[in-house]
């Protein structure tokens, strides 16, 4: 059973202007989350990614369409059933939204403050959550004193308070260095494992995806476009927007100028070899160099999600035509081989 359950969700907003038509953020979205999943959901600004995050946590209704989590309809619930929810919905952001004014500590307990806990129940859960995040040294410091990196870990922190079961994360990595941003999709991935929260993050960053989710969602003008685990989507995308994404962490098939330096670089023909689970190289080579061809790497990679794998090679394949042809004939029985050059 899906944990978190959107069914032809829309929602449209008024008019922008004197006779345009209504602005149409989410349009027909059906998704599922499973409970303990990380699910990243991915598009570029104005895809809907925000409004779909605003159904979920009830900051939004939905036009028309459910919103569902743990099977309650939540579009039906009173002010009374919306605080309860959101006290089991965590959200971090882009920018902290920390109090300046408080410490750490008094951060973390804000959320706890609201929901009436006692004064030593408090002291002994921000504790627990501050050396969960690494920074019980810094309880008594200001957000001014801390490093963005610092600052999120608050935030996440913050956001675990009353200990919620879904975790939103909106761009929460957006305004971070890429070593920073390590750490701290490290950090979640701690809170996904060691505390079961469904963690359901939005980003404009495929690297993002890469890192931490198990599934990826693919939006663009408010619709769904793709959706599949970080594997599939990564190893075989199916939309145009997704392969823009795919191609900004995925370099390993040469296109364009890069095709056209290997042309210029070696004589014969440029041959790409798919890897994946089930092929097997290293008989390729071993082929290659059986019909006595000469072959060397020219490009490439393999790319390792989740312990599975896949990625392309490519060759640069010298010698008699005819042993190259019956060559790539044999070797293709072990993987996929695309030739993207037939000069020679």
């Known amino acids: 059973m899906s944990f978190i359950r959107l069914t032809s969700a829309t929602k449209t907003y008024p008019p922008q202007t004197k006779g345009s038509g209504p602005v149409v953020a989410l349009d027909d979205v059906s998704l599922e ?20 995050l605003r159904l979920v946590n009830a900051l939004e209704t939905p036009t028309s369409g459910v919103v569902e989590i743990d099977g309650a309809d939540i579009t039906r619930f009173g002010e009374r059933q919306l605080r309860r929810l959101r006290s089991d919905i965590g959200m971090i952001f882009q920018q902290f939204n920390l109090f300046d004014s408080r410490t750490v500590a008094g951060n ?7 929901a009436g806990r006692s004064r030593d129940e408090i002291r002994a859960r921000v504790a ?3 050396d969960f995040v690494g920074l019980a040294a810094k309880a008594q410091a200001y957000p ?4 963005g990196g610092q600052k999120q870990r608050v935030g996440i922190a913050r956001a675990l308070a ?23 999709l ?25 890192v931490i989710a198990d599934r990826v969602v693919v939006m663009e003008r408010g619709r769904v476009i793709e959706t599949g685990t970080v594997f599939d989507v990564l190893s075989a995308p199916q939309q145009p927007a997704t392969a823009r994404f795919v191609a900004s962490v995925i370099d ?10 290997l042309r210029a670089r070696h004589d014969g023909r440029i041959v790409t070899l798919d890897v994946r689970e089930g092929s097997a190289q290293a008989d390729v080579f071993a082929t290659l160099a059986a019909h006595g061809v000469r072959f060397e790497v020219v490009h490439g990679g393999i790319n390792d999600i989740r312990g599975r794998v896949f990625g392309h090679l490519t060759l640069a394949v010298s010698g008699d035509q005819d042993a190259i042809a019956r060559a790539l004939a044999a070797a293709s029985a072990y993987a996929p081989l695309t030739e993207e050059d037939t000069r020679g």
Request: net charge negative; with cysteine; glycine share 8%.
């Open 33 to 52: 989350i499973a409970a303990g999943e990380v699910c990243g959901i991915i598009g570029y600004s104005g895809a809907g990614k925000s409004t779909l």
């Open 108 to 114: 973390v307990a804000y959320p706890l403050e609201v």
């Open 128 to 130: 627990e959550l501050l």
């Open 144 to 147: 001014e004193q801390l490093s």
């Open 162 to 184: 009353t200990s919620p079961r879904i975790l939103l994360a909106d761009e929460a990595t957006s305004a971070l260095d890429p070593d920073t941003t390590q750490e701290v």
């Open 186 to 210: 490290g950090l979640l991935r701690r809170v996904n494992r060691e505390l079961g929260v469904t963690i359901v993050l939005i980003t404009h960053e495929m690297e993002v995806i890469r």
């Open 252 to 261: 390993d098939v040469p296109r364009g100028d890069d095709l056209t330096a």
